[in-house]
């Protein structure tokens, strides 16, 4: 008699309490979630928050097979942190206080995780989880006082870059006084919507393209001086067209200018990883011998 294999079977996940999760989730945080959404389609600086779950979600389907294969094992301290996000949610709504009450609902999902598929699970789906902390905007008041010390330091070294083409230029804190007008570095030029979305990045290079935690690390703290760079060189640039046509620092050559000084930087992250995987392996060659 031939003995028959038969398939190794697929674990089952609890649907039953997913969906009666994703239920109350849903009906817990739709009105944080509508202005969330709201915020990225209005807020220029947040525009890749539409882009931060589809990511995650692209993430954790690509892991499918292997969530299918771990067998799921409640936790019920994960109840612990749903409860802690449920409070963190009311005590937002109290005080009318966006930000915690979007970090609410990341918080309870992941306490779900938990609660539903155990620490296998979680551990799993730990990176993606964390991606979505990438889709709420940062508090008011430190989005303000990093914005003002950020248009500080372009309007800085952009002054050092113009004096070194010989271009006269006066700076007055963010303000630069050129020869045919004068150029206010705002708000939206201090760079930090290219430094939000560059960190977000950085992290979704470095797990689909480099397996070393030490430099993920490296690359996500290295778009922190890029981003800087690149803000200063686009002001610098600005100065600079303003000098053959004033009407090339607004409007249209502006914006697109920021787009092309934004790709630049991602090509200037990528060959910096490339630097780091070359100089890594001669390190590594030169050991072994």
């Avoid at 004096?163 to 020869?179: A, D, F, H, K, Q």
Wanted: hydrophobic share 55%; charged share 15%.
């Amino acid at each position: 008699m031939t003995p028959v294999l038969e398939a190794p079977s697929k674990n089952k996940l609890p649907w039953a309490g997913i969906a009666w999760f994703g239920a109350l989730l849903v009906a817990c945080y739709a009105p944080v979630l509508r202005a969330l959404v709201r915020q990225w389609n209005n807020d220029p600086d947040m525009g890749h928050g539409f882009f931060v779950p589809l990511i995650a979600g692209y993430i954790i389907w690509q892991r499918r097979e292997e969530l299918a294969a771990v067998q799921p094992e409640p936790n019920w301290w994960g109840l612990v942190v749903v409860a802690w996000g449920g409070f963190q949610l009311v005590l937002a709504t109290l005080g009318a206080e966006l930000f915690t009450a979007r970090i609410a609902f990341v918080v309870t999902l992941v306490g779900i995780v938990w609660t539903l598929g155990g620490n296998v699970m979680l551990k799993k789906l730990a990176f993606p989880l964390f991606l979505l902390f990438f889709m709420v905007p940062i508090p008011a008041v430190i989005y303000s006082a990093a914005t003002f010390k950020l248009q500080i330091l372009a309007s800085q070294l952009a002054d050092g870059a113009l004096t070194v083409l010989s271009i006269p230029v006066l700076r007055e804190g963010n303000v630069l006084e050129l020869p045919n007008q004068k150029l206010s570095v705002v708000d939206a030029c201090s760079g930090i919507r290219s430094l939000l979305s560059l960190t977000f990045l950085s992290l979704v290079y470095g797990y689909f393209f480099e397996r070393r935690t030490w430099l993920r690390v490296v690359l996500f703290f290295s778009t922190i001086p890029i981003a800087i760079v690149a803000n200063a060189s686009r002001v610098t640039i600005t100065g600079i067209m303003t000098q053959v046509k004033a009407e090339l620092a607004e409007g249209f050559f502006h914006e697109a200018e920021g787009w092309v000084i934004f790709m630049v930087s991602l090509v200037i992250l990528i060959v910096w990883h490339q630097i780091l995987v070359r100089g890594s392996n001669f390190v590594t060659a030169r050991r072994s011998r």
